[in-house]
């Protein structure tokens, strides 16, 4: 329960902020350009607060136009905080919603240079962009935690053991880019899957020898951007690969009858190679109350011992257990080893942001045109039920995941309203740019139907990702 509250607490602060943001760059430059506006509201439907911004004072009409005129007083906009915390607008004095006073008639959108329209309409993404940055900028000061690189277990036959990719190994570079972390490389991994299906490592072994290695899925585009099946489909899971060796043996446990010591490590189990605790525990749940012959490693020497796992119940199902964990001090010094971290001076961190944001804004407007292709799942497409388990799950971890989780929406909300989609903001860009070349505002039937076009595809767009949060939710 207290899951589920976080996360709606978590998303509503996400889109709250995100929605602020890019409503906000509307709203700055439409002042700044001379737009007057009527309303600024952060949610939909009435306000729960509501208060009237400071008057301004602008030249008349007749000033503007280079004669001699006064200046007027313009009107505060209107600012509201409004029940429904999912989404927000900026109302814009426009003739088409209504009569406008003929004093302020040169205020009106509909009125103002196209130049000036666009830019108004350009800057909510673009701000959504700077947040983005800005979020990039404060993790790299402060620092990103991180894991290296370092591959983990490699499935024998895989594209990944073809290539000749080890256990162990750490990737260096991919596609000739610096993989500095986990985070790093994947997105890398991912840009290489889309741009020919060609991936280019270098990795480096455990003895230090570097080597150059290619992943070729060419024609699995689709199947690999299936949610979770990039490394199934690969053949390698990210590591450092923790050994199966044991310690803590339960008492009159299954692992202790069977003649387990502390310090043990499984190399096999009924002829099937152990390469990693995570893989020998997930072995032991798939098989409650079977006995199994286990190849074991004590002191130099293996043994074979036989063990009948025992049965426990996790969530209404029947699961081994044989009453051993982890050799605790092994993994802290594995993953000690392992860990990173990603931090900059002012300076370096502000450019580092710049080009994380461009290489995030790049991967997803190529995943976007090759999913309009289906070389890309559609299954990616997360509506508000997925989002908001994120935002839960990354508020949970901490404010560094939190800014990284809000960053990549930012990112993603800003191009989505860049696509010249009627009702969002490049099809309203669309509108401007048809209106210079045709010399004259486009019909009032030509809008109308442009409007009917873009909420159909918007009502398919969020059918799609609804029908994704559900598969997820219940398998």
Do not use: C
């Not at 607060?49 to 009107?75: K, M």
């Not at 830019?119 to 990039?136: E, R, T």
């Not at 890398?188 to 480096?204: F, K, M, N, Y």
């Not at 798939?286 to 074979?304: A, M």
Request: proline fraction near 5%; aromatic fraction near 8%; charge should be negative.
């Amino acid at each position: 329960m207290f899951d589920v509250i976080s996360s709606v607490l978590a998303f509503i602060v996400a889109i709250g902020v995100l929605v602020a943001v890019h409503e906000y760059g509307h709203f700055w430059v439409a002042r700044r350009l001379g737009f007057k506006v009527l309303r600024f509201s952060v949610g939909f439907g009435k306000p729960l607060l509501r208060w009237r911004g400071r008057a301004t004072r602008r030249p008349a009409a007749s000033f503007e136009a280079g004669q001699d005129g006064e200046e007027q007083e313009i009107e505060g906009p209107e600012y509201w905080l409004s029940s429904i915390p999912l989404g927000g607008y900026v109302k814009l004095l426009d003739e088409r919603e209504g009569p406008v006073p003929e004093a302020e008639q040169h205020l009106a959108f509909n009125r103002r240079p196209i130049p000036q329209r666009i830019a108004v309409l350009v800057a909510g993404p673009a701000f959504n962009f700077l947040f983005a940055i800005l979020a990039y900028w404060v993790m790299f000061v402060s620092g990103v935690p991180g894991t290296k690189a370092i591959v983990g277990s490699v499935a024998p036959g895989s594209v990944a053991a073809q290539a000749g990719l080890m256990a162990d190994d750490e990737i260096r570079t991919v596609g000739g880019r610096t993989a500095q972390t986990w985070d790093t490389a994947v997105l890398a991994i991912l840009d290489e899957l889309l741009r020919d299906g060609r991936i280019d490592l270098t990795v480096q072994g455990a003895g230090g020898a570097s080597r150059s290695l290619e992943l070729d899925v060419r024609g699995r585009e689709a199947e690999l951007t299936e949610p979770e099946a990039l490394w199934a489909g690969l053949g390698f899971e990210p590591g450092p690969l923790l050994p199966p060796v044991m310690d803590e043996i339960t008492p009159d446990g299954s692992a202790d009858r069977a003649g387990f010591r502390s310090g043990d490590r499984v190399v096999s189990a009924d002829g099937e190679p152990v390469n990693s605790w995570f893989g020998w525990v997930e072995y032991v749940r798939e098989r409650p109350g079977q006995t199994v012959s286990v190849v074991l490693e004590r002191g130099g020497v293996e043994r074979t011992l036989e063990l009948t796992i025992g049965l426990a119940e996790d969530g209404g199902q029947a699961v081994g257990r044989i009453g051993a964990g982890v050799d605790a001090e092994l993994a802290r010094g594995i993953y000690d080893r392992a860990r990173t971290e990603q931090r900059y001076g002012v300076v370096d961190a502000l450019s580092n942001g710049v080009s994380k944001t461009w290489e995030m804004s790049a991967l997803t407007v190529r995943m976007l045109g090759r999913m309009l292709v289906g070389d890309v799942s559609v299954r990616n497409i997360s509506g508000p039920l997925n989002i908001a388990a994120y935002a839960g799950d990354s508020a949970r971890a901490g404010v560094t995941t939190f800014l990284s989780f809000l960053a990549i929406v930012s990112i993603s909300l800003g191009i989505l309203n860049l696509l010249p989609v009627p009702l969002l903001d490049g099809g309203q860009i669309v509108y401007q740019l048809a209106e210079l070349v045709k010399g004259s505002p486009l019909s009032e039937r030509s809008m109308i139907i442009g409007q009917q076009v873009g909420m159909l595809l918007l009502i398919v767009l969020m059918s799609f990702a609804f029908y994704n949060d559900l598969s997820r939710m219940f398998g």
